[in-house]
């Protein structure tokens, strides 16, 4: 019970320390930003609010100044649930990618990351 108090504290703590030391949005031409948002269209981003490798995660999205929907497992057990039946584990953070009648499931915050920017690009 205190382990849990204890990781939560923190947890919650570098969430506030992501917030005041975010990088800043890379800056694109209306159609650059319409296009690398439509490039990613179809993705969702599974994830834990205070857990370290979905903030950095976060933070990537954020310098790539894209928007994907995001699932917090935590805040809604069916999220929990569509993870562990799409992807086979529940493991975060995950990128779901939908397309061309397909459904990947793209686990490991660095090859989300890499993913991210090679599709903003």
């Not at 108090?5 to 992501?18: F, I, K, P, Q, Y």
Request: positive net charge; contains cysteine.
């Amino acid at each position: 019970m205190l382990l849990k108090a204890l990781r939560n504290g923190v947890g919650l703590l570098v969430v506030g320390l992501d917030k005041l030391t975010r990088p800043k949005p890379i800056v694109r031409s209306e159609q650059e930003q319409q296009l690398a948002q439509s490039a990613l269209e179809g993705h969702t981003l599974y994830q834990l609010n205070a857990c370290p490798f979905c903030i950095k995660t976060r933070r990537a999205m954020h310098r790539l100044n894209i928007n994907l929907e995001i699932r917090d497992i935590g805040k809604d057990k069916n999220f929990r649930n569509e993870l562990k039946a799409g992807g086979g584990k529940v493991q975060v953070p995950c990128l779901r990618i939908e397309g061309n009648n397909d459904t990947q499931w793209m686990y490991e915050s660095d090859t989300i990351i890499q993913y991210l920017q090679e599709k903003a690009a």
